[in-house]
């Protein structure tokens, strides 16, 4: 069967951190775009970060962009977001997906949420103090 296992998350006060995780089973994750979105209470979901190329090139939104970090580990078949100097307006429901097959062009227009099939269960994080 074919999913994403979300974990990570929950409540962190401002300027705080938190790394959420996102398991691939039944199929490798290595090979196929990964993204985080997340969605804010009567928002629309937004990307955070797609992991876009063979060699990791990542898109990030502006609004995160040198706090947070998105990574793979090949070898245990899942992907991460480090998340730094958290704010509330971080808070929301996290998702990562997955999508089509990695090539070499980095293309951030790809990092919506069309792109992506596969989505994990979701995850709360919520900054407040």
């Known amino acids: 069967q074919v999913q994403l296992v979300q974990s990570g998350g929950g409540l962190v006060q401002p300027g705080g951190s938190l790394r959420l995780s996102c398991t691939a089973s039944?199929?490798?994750?290595?090979?196929?775009?990964v993204g985080w979105f997340r969605q804010a209470p009567g928002k629309e979901r937004e990307a955070v970060s797609c992991?876009?190329?063979?060699?990791?090139?990542?898109y990030y939104a502006d609004s995160v962009k040198g706090r947070i970090t998105a990574s793979r580990d090949n070898a245990k078949n899942t992907v991460y977001l480090e998340m730094n100097s958290l704010n509330p307006e971080d808070t929301g429901v996290y998702y990562c997906?997955?999508?089509?097959?990695?090539?070499?062009?980095?293309?951030?227009?790809?990092?919506?949420?069309?792109?992506?099939?596969?989505w994990g269960q979701g995850t709360q994080v919520t900054v407040s103090s």
């Open positions: 997906a997955a999508g089509p097959l990695l090539t070499q062009y980095f293309s951030p227009a790809l990092c919506v949420r069309a792109t992506f099939g596969t």
């Open positions: 039944g199929f490798g994750l290595d090979r196929y775009t």
């Open positions: 992991i876009l190329t063979y060699d990791d090139k990542t």
